[in-house]
């Protein structure tokens, strides 16, 4: 008997070829054939599938837009994807709270849209945010070039709806950004990848919108000069809404076989930075900006205009797909080191003679690390090669994920350099909130 044929107010599909697209997210893993996927559209499904799934003993792995790039939403053993994209609610935005509830079906891009339409800003911009669900950038915690100045999705979120262990949608939080009652069950939903329950929605603040905005381009005459720089402008009183870098690697790979634009680069090495503060398009702020450049802001480019700014943007948003394109089999990682070790970081790179090329958000320390030859390289010895990674950036008070998560992926590094106080802690939280071991078990830990 098909028991998902009595699952009230969903669809379901099955069989190898329907369920075929739900094995793969953006990471290099595959998962198992699911027994199902189903797409709820409302709480009865959701009730009747927690029943379901103790009864019958499978999981329920929970998928936004399967943009994911740690292996997080694929089945794994006797599971049940559960595709949340016709899990239905409007985009509803609360002026007077200066806050926006949507439903985790919602796109990240039409929640931004709909901020903005009333002059509001919610600022978590991880590099997909035209393809991810609100959903899915809830569960990962996502973050994007923004983070420096803004931080990551978890920073935002006033209150989550979620499916829990007992079948029921629970609402964790309120629409105000206070509320202290206790320790946040809500924040702990965050970034859980779908371990504790399946999240149906959210509550998060805004803030009035940038009104302006300053894009620069700056081409480094010396790859060494840009490791203090994110570090000193703070000091100096500037915090960019976003600092991105190339390496002298990519650079010069972009430069010979990248766009037209790259081509023209000067400089052994690329930063772009934003800011968005009252008056940043004023004389009076570049100048003080260029005064803390010093001979840095030689060959500097500038924008105010969106049609400039994009232009100036340009090279750094197709660095990804350039590499990805080149090097089919590279492996990126998204480690983390504390602004103030960057330098340290990389000097402890060049030592390890790791063949490696790096991109990304330096101003918070969120580095993409890519092994090139990932795909040439014997498995042991690329696992020795990641662990090394790992170990120098938690050596620097960092950490082996700021963006993609654990999932599966990351799972064993996770397990390995994790306090194991910390690991115990969360095995028991997990147990607590999913005694039964059905909210997509095998993950995170
Ligand atoms: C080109 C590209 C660029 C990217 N850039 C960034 C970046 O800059 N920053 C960044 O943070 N990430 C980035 N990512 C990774 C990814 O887009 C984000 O992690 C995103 O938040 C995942 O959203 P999703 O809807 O696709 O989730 P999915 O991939 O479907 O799921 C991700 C995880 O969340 C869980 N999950 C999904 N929905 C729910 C739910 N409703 N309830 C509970 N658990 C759920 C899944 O089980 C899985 O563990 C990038 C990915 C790509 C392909």
Request: charge should be negative; charged fraction near 20%.
């Amino acid at each position: 008997m098909d028991i998902f044929a009595q699952l009230p107010d969903a669809s379901v599909l099955t069989g190898p070829e329907r369920t075929a697209a739900y094995r793969h997210d953006e990471s290099h893993l595959t998962g198992d054939e699911p027994l199902a996927v189903v797409r709820p559209r409302g709480p009865a499904a959701l009730r009747a599938l927690v029943a379901m799934a103790k009864a019958e003993g499978f999981a329920l792995v929970p998928r936004g837009a399967g943009t994911g790039k740690a292996g997080g939403c694929l089945p794994m053993g006797r599971s049940v994807v559960v595709d949340m994209k016709d899990y239905p609610g409007e985009i509803r935005v609360s002026r007077p709270d200066l806050a926006l509830w949507a439903p985790a079906s919602a796109m990240l891009k039409d929640v931004k849209a709909a901020a903005l339409a009333q002059g509001l800003f919610y600022a978590p911009d991880p590099n997909s945010w035209d393809q991810c669900a609100f959903g899915g950038t809830l569960a990962t915690n996502a973050g994007g070039p923004g983070a420096c100045k803004y931080g990551m999705t978890r920073q935002w979120v006033l209150a989550v709806d979620a499916l829990m262990d007992d079948g029921e949608v629970h609402t964790f939080g309120i629409p105000s950004v206070k509320c202290n009652t206790g320790p946040s069950l809500g924040q702990l939903l965050i970034g859980s990848e779908g371990i504790f329950g399946i999240i149906t929605g959210a509550t998060v603040r805004l803030v009035p919108a940038p009104r302006e905005r300053l894009t620069l381009l700056l081409p480094m005459e010396r790859w060494h000069d840009l490791l203090d720089l994110p570090g000193r402008l703070v000091e100096a009183g500037f915090l960019p809404a976003a600092f991105e870098f190339c390496d002298p690697a990519v650079l010069s790979d972009l430069r010979t076989h990248g766009p037209e634009a790259a081509r023209r680069m000067p400089g052994e090495a690329l930063a772009l930075l934003e800011f968005d503060d009252r008056d940043c398009g004023s004389e009076a702020f570049l100048e003080a900006l260029m005064d803390g450049l010093g001979d840095l802001a030689e060959h500097l480019q500038s924008a105010t205009d969106a049609r400039q700014r994009e232009a100036l943007w340009a090279v750094r948003r197709t660095t990804s797909v350039h590499l990805k394109e080149r090097y089919p089999e590279k492996v990126s990682e998204d480690i983390v080191v504390p602004r103030s070790r960057i330098r340290e970081f990389f000097e402890g790179l060049e030592a390890m003679g790791l063949p490696t090329v790096t991109y990304g958000h330096l101003g918070d320390g969120n580095l993409h690390v890519n092994l090139l030859q990932a795909g040439t390289t014997p498995a042991p010895e690329l696992e020795r090669q990641l662990m090394d990674l790992f170990g120098l950036c938690v050596g620097l008070g960092g950490t082996l994920s700021g963006e993609h998560g654990i999932g599966l992926a990351k799972r064993e590094a996770f397990r390995h350099f994790a306090d194991p106080y910390q690991l115990e802690a969360l095995g028991a939280i997990k147990k607590a909130l999913d005694p039964s071991g059905i909210f997509n078990p095998g993950k995170v830990i």
